[in-house]
């Protein structure tokens, strides 16, 4: 079955603290993204990445690390997470750099930082 | 990056066609749109993607005029679970990946019993 896999799904954290959200696609697609959801906000993009090794920022890349050492993977990384990165975060993927709007997303990681 | 604008919620009874309209003044001229749908507390779903004129799947179809400024995810006789989130992007096809994607906060759709 086709899909983008996240974890956690729910983590509850304390500021300061490093953390990885995990994220895996197993479509073979070349263009992968973060997002967060916050209420009266919509989504907005993190960071995204066109291949392995090629990543640029979104419209909220502070805070946040990504790596793309394998296609199929893309971890978001909060260095030292503080409280305003509470949110719901989506990783999303697509099929090629021709089309980064036709998008897969994951069932989304819900992130509280205390 | 065009910038989009939608009206922020639509009330709609079940059974009726709904149409809801997206503004992009500034679309360019390697743009697409692009629409998709959120349930609460799941990811966006990809619905429909035109470039002009008509586009038609099993789901929903896409209206855009001759000259692109806006778009028209129309749904026909809708159900109670096509209440939703909607979003329209625009964006451009041919910049080889090197593209941000904008969501914007959508249209909240309420289909009333």
């Known amino acids: 079955e086709a899909q983008v896999t996240q974890n956690p799904r729910y983590l509850i954290t304390v500021t300061g603290k490093k953390l990885t959200v995990t994220c895996s696609q197993n479509?073979?697609?070349?263009?992968m993204s973060w997002y967060r959801q916050d209420p009266g906000l919509g989504l907005r993009q993190i960071y995204y990445?066109?291949?392995?090794?090629?990543?640029d920022k979104g419209d909220v890349p502070e805070g946040y690390k990504v790596s793309r050492k394998e296609k199929r993977n893309f971890p978001l990384i909060l260095e030292s997470p503080s409280p305003n990165q509470t949110s719901l975060y989506f990783c999303?993927?697509?099929?090629?750099?021709?089309?980064?709007?036709?998008?897969?997303f994951g069932p989304g990681t819900r992130l509280t930082v205390l | 990056l065009a910038k989009t604008t939608q009206p922020i919620s639509m009330d709609s009874y079940e059974g009726q066609e709904v149409n809801i309209t997206c503004s992009h003044n500034n679309i360019a001229t390697n743009d697409y749109i692009t629409w998709y749908q959120q349930f609460p507390s799941q990811g966006p779903r990809f619905i429909i993607q035109g470039y002009k004129t008509k586009v038609t799947n099993e789901v929903a179809s896409l209206f855009i005029p001759a000259d692109r400024k806006s778009s028209t995810l129309s749904l026909p006789r809708v159900s109670l679970s096509d209440t939703a989130v909607y979003y329209c992007l625009v964006g451009d096809m041919n910049s080889g990946g090197y593209q941000k994607v904008t969501f914007g906060t959508g249209t909240k759709l309420q289909v009333i019993p």
């Open positions: 479509m073979n697609h070349e263009y």
């Open positions: 990445s066109m291949n392995v090794e090629v990543t």
């Open positions: 999303a993927s697509s099929y090629g750099l021709a089309d980064p709007f036709s998008q897969f």
